[in-house]
């Protein structure tokens, strides 16, 4: 135990001081953390905190020993418990720290890229020798992609062909643009939008996958790496006809590796296998990677009219979905699968008339609920009333969930003196790459967008995000934060207002986003549920006090 002690204050004396300052503390703390728990298993946050202001390190917060613990699952593991009591993990327990570092693996020779990020690089390394099959799981925001672009590098090098499936035109040209630019001597094409490259004279081809699906990409014989964008969205069964068993070696990425149906267990997990690395919301943060983020919850009630409907609809909604459970056949859970089976008996051709008049029924009352929802009036108002938040931040994005309801909320803020467009699938390709170009040089400062913006394309940085209309998908609800957590010039953090309809499936009060604000309870600086009365003066103060947080 006294060659340990001995041996970690010598490196915290010795931490690599050529290193930025932030990086040395970041460093100094984990190994003073190593230190605590060897000695003493079994403590918790407040405990650790005292012990690490006994060794000098006395600007930290528990806020700061709980994000470098979570930051850091190979080293450090808790109980469970409420609050967790920590210890090291048995590969941690093994380390001896007078053992030299082990030297980051070389990079392949034709990547010409930015050096990667340590997490990239962890990253990169276990999923090499973790025989190239596997998927990354990051934060929307920590940088995946960089991830895949030193995997098709090493492929490269190897003489291998690589195939980058995305899921649409945006993400097809953003890849070809990384891929171009980071890979050294190496022809990139696309198929897809217009694009009709092949591997006959391309080393590596980013193509759209429903264009990957009609072909075969990759003649037998031939050694090749698949990397899956989006990955969690191939568990389609139309999609996964473009993951072919002729690429050996496989890499997906995505912020969240989840569907609501079976399509992880039957088409995802047989191919690609489970989860490598990747990097959350603790890691980001504990690296600087995101910035660190408020996140407000504001009720609003629906009128007279839209809860009369709602409630009828919901009722309807309900009433059927027990019916085509018990009587028609469709499973109850996961969510996906029952709407799949749901979306096929309204086709028709079953020989069921009821099952089919059941189903359109359900689907039809199933969207009335969500428009009200997306539709409500008083969202709209409140929407009015963070105006002045919005105008007095950088920048601000607000997610909808229908192309309407995008449409309306930047009318609303541009009533309310806000520079905001809509950001909509319904926008030509050029007038979207406008849009983005306004909003990346301030000519714009709201954009408001439906699903659009979830996924893909690269948006710039902003410092507000509001949600009007909750997502029972906690990806959805990761992808869309990731968004906005970019990290600052001046480290303040960033903000999101989360509006729900009371008394509905969006109320958190009735279980809506139960997993997520559970994982918000760790990282989030401030999670807080304003009552029903709040003021623009309240949310004023509010906001206020996340800017001077820096």
């Known amino acids: 135990m006294k060659h340990l002690w001995q041996s970690t204050t010598r490196r915290l004396r010795e931490c690599r001081t050529n290193r930025k300052g932030q990086r040395v503390q970041r460093e100094r703390m984990w190994l003073a ?49 409420a609050p967790p009591v920590w210890r090291l993990t048995d590969q941690a327990q093994l380390v001896d720290l007078n053992d030299p570092l082990t030297p980051a693996a070389p990079l392949p020779r034709c990547y010409v890229g930015k050096a990667p990020r340590a997490w990239q690089a962890e990253a990169f390394a276990q999923w090499q020798t973790g025989g190239r099959c596997g998927v990354v799981e990051a934060v929307t925001g920590t940088g995946k992609t960089t991830v895949g672009v030193l995997a098709a590098a090493a492929a490269v090098q190897a003489g291998e062909k690589v195939l980058v499936l995305v899921p649409g035109r945006e993400l097809l040209d953003q890849w070809h643009e990384v891929l171009s630019r980071d890979l050294r001597n190496t022809r990139v094409g696309r198929l897809g939008d217009g694009h009709g490259d092949s591997f006959d004279d391309h080393q590596v081809l980013v193509a759209t996958v429903h264009s990957a699906a009609r072909y075969q990409m990759l003649r037998p014989g031939s050694a090749g790496l698949l990397i899956a964008d989006e990955v969690h969205r191939y568990g389609a069964k139309t999609f996964a006809w473009a993951l072919e068993p002729e690429f050996g070696a496989r890499l997906g ?76 056949g469709c499973p109850d859970e996961p969510f996906g699968e029952f709407m799949a089976h749901v979306n096929e008996l309204s086709q028709g051709g079953n020989g069921n008339r ?41 920048q601000g994005l607000v997610f ?39 909003f990346k040089h301030g000519q714009v400062k709201v954009l408001t967008a439906p699903r659009v913006l979830d996924e893909g394309i690269d948006v710039p940085q902003a410092e507000v995000g509001v949600i009007m209309a909750g997502s029972r998908s906690r990806r959805q609800m990761i992808q869309r934060m990731g968004r906005v957590i970019r990290p600052k010039a001046d480290r303040r953090p960033a903000t999101f207002f989360v509006l729900y309809a009371r008394g509905t499936s969006e109320d958190p009060r009735m279980g ?29 103060q509010w906001y206020g006090e996340g800017r001077l947080m820096n």
């Open 33 to 81: 953390l190593w230190q605590l728990l060897v000695e003493r298993p079994g403590q918790h946050k407040r405990q650790l905190l005292t012990g690490l202001q006994r060794m000098g390190l006395v600007d930290l917060t528990t806020t700061d020993v709980n994000r470098m613990l979570y930051a850091s699952p190979d080293t450090f593991a808790h109980d469970g418990g």
């Open 253 to 328: 990425l995505t912020a969240t590796y989840a569907r609501e149906d079976d399509g992880l267990e039957e088409h995802l997990e047989p191919y690609f296998g489970g989860v490598v690395m990747g990097c959350s919301y603790q890691r980001g943060l504990a690296d600087g990677i995101l910035a660190p983020f408020r996140v407000g919850f504001l009720g609003t009630d629906f009128t007279a009219d839209e809860r009369e409907q709602y409630d009828l609809y919901d009722e309807r909604a309900r009433t059927l979905r027990g019916r085509l459970i018990l009587d028609h």
């Open 354 to 394: 009821n099952a089919t008049a059941d189903a359109r029924r359900y689907l039809h009352a199933f969207s009335k609920r969500r428009q009200l929802l997306a539709d409500c009036h008083h969202k709209q108002e409140t929407l009015a009333s963070l105006a002045p938040v919005l105008a007095v931040a950088d």
């Open 400 to 438: 909808g969930e229908t192309r309407a309801s995008a449409e309306k909320a930047a009318a609303v803020l541009r009533r309310n003196g806000v520079a905001a467009l809509d950001f909509t699938s319904a926008l030509h390709q050029t007038e979207r790459k406008r849009r983005l170009a306004a």
């Open 512 to 540: 809506a986003h139960e997993d997520f604000r559970e994982q918000l309870t760790v990282v989030a600086q401030d999670l807080k549920d304003f009552p029903a009365r709040t003021t623009l003066a309240d949310l004023l």
